[in-house]
């Protein structure tokens, strides 16, 4: 059982900067990949970002690419999505998610991922 905790979310000016953080709990997190989905009000929950066990495969959805780097320091159990020249546009609660423990496939759909933080609120806003 793999146990997340997300942080880092706050209020931000549009062009503006926010590193969201996301620890986890027991000794399995090298062998999850993980990412990070989004969820705006009256909106479906979408993907943002995931990666490999190792960090050095990276998937981005299209409206973030450019802006978003997903990064994971095994060491810490933590995972991280830095997020530059924001637009009101990503205003969301923002989730990170594990997947199954030993599964490579870097996923991007919300079924393949097996755990969920409790989310962070970002908002972008003037």
């Known amino acids: 059982q793999v146990q997340l905790v997300e942080s880092g979310g706050g209020l931000v000016q549009p062009g503006g900067s926010l590193r969201l953080s996301c620890s986890a709990s027991?000794?399995?997190?090298?062998?999850?990949?993980m990412g990070w989905f989004r969820q705006a009000p009256g909106k479906e929950r979408e993907f943002v970002a995931a990666?490999?066990?190792?960090?050095?495969?990276?998937i981005y959805a299209n409206s973030v690419k450019g802006r978003f780097t997903i990064s994971r320091d095994n060491a810490k159990n933590t995972v991280y999505l830095q997020m530059n020249n924001l637009v009101p546009e990503d205003t969301a609660v923002y989730y990170c998610?594990?997947?199954?423990?030993?599964?490579?496939?870097?996923?991007?759909?919300?079924?393949?991922?097996?755990?969920w933080g409790q989310g962070t609120q970002v908002t972008v806003s003037s």
């Open positions: 998610a594990a997947g199954a423990p030993g599964v490579m496939r870097i996923a991007t759909t919300r079924s393949e991922y097996n755990y």
């Open positions: 027991g000794d399995t997190f090298r062998t999850h990949v």
């Open positions: 990666i490999s066990w190792g960090g050095s495969s990276t």
